[in-house]
């Protein structure tokens, strides 16, 4: 198995395939491990980017842009017009609490996938998600993150999750499959990578899945993460 891209490039919230002359364009980017101290070359590769251009139409100048500021939360981290480099405020990943301690009953989850999620479960793609098939996926995505970046295999009963995990049931679904078209400049060509989004609903003896769910709100899961897929959040419960 190839090691993990040591980054997520996470997209803006919206849906919009394109930005027009004159606004504004922000992301996200979550750096694993070393890639913290590769920060400088990251901010770079942008600045070359932009003067480059993205998109389709760059051998006649279009999708031009330059890199306005760089913020790790409320710490600023470059600004172009003062040239100076601050270091970024780093922090450290952790699974919040022992997963596999007893469940304290039956409980609902909702879980929402906010950019497409690429999940393969018998081989093959589907628009369909049992819990066991998304355990799995961050069970995968957290083991490999911690053996290239972290501590190294996290003390995890890895069969006996899944096993509880095929127990949960769907409670209710809207998933669909979402066809996300991006363009690559290398192949100058349009590539479908699609995934599934929308909501799930499960219900079962879930409390020992929590950790597993809010670690991977952060990095992401399954395939083509680096892109921004595979974003999932859980929704708190109100007080």
Known sequence: MSPPHPFVIEPPAS????????????????????????????????????????GRRIRNGGGRFHLVKVCSETHMVYEPDDGVFRAPEIRELLLTQPVGSPSKGESAIKVRLDTPLRLKFGNQFAAALPFHVLVRGMLRRISVLNNHFGAGEPALDYRGLVARAEQVEIESSDLRWFDWRRYSNRQEQG?????????????????????????????????????????????????
Request: hydrophobic share 45%; aromatic share 14%.
């Open 191 to 239: 590539m479908l990578m699609g995934g599934m989004i929308g909501s799930v609903i499960y219900r079962g003896l879930l409390e020992e899945f929590l950790p597993l769910l809010r670690y991977c709100e952060i990095v992401h899961v399954g395939k083509a993460t680096a892109f921004g897929l595979g974003k999932i959040t859980v929704p708190r419960k109100e007080k």
């Open 15 to 54: 849906e919009a395939s394109f930005s027009p002359a004159g606004g504004d364009l922000s992301f996200d980017l979550l750096l694993f491990g070393f890639a913290n101290k590769l920060l400088p070359y990251f901010v770079y590769a942008f600045q070359e980017m932009g003067k480059r251009g993205l």
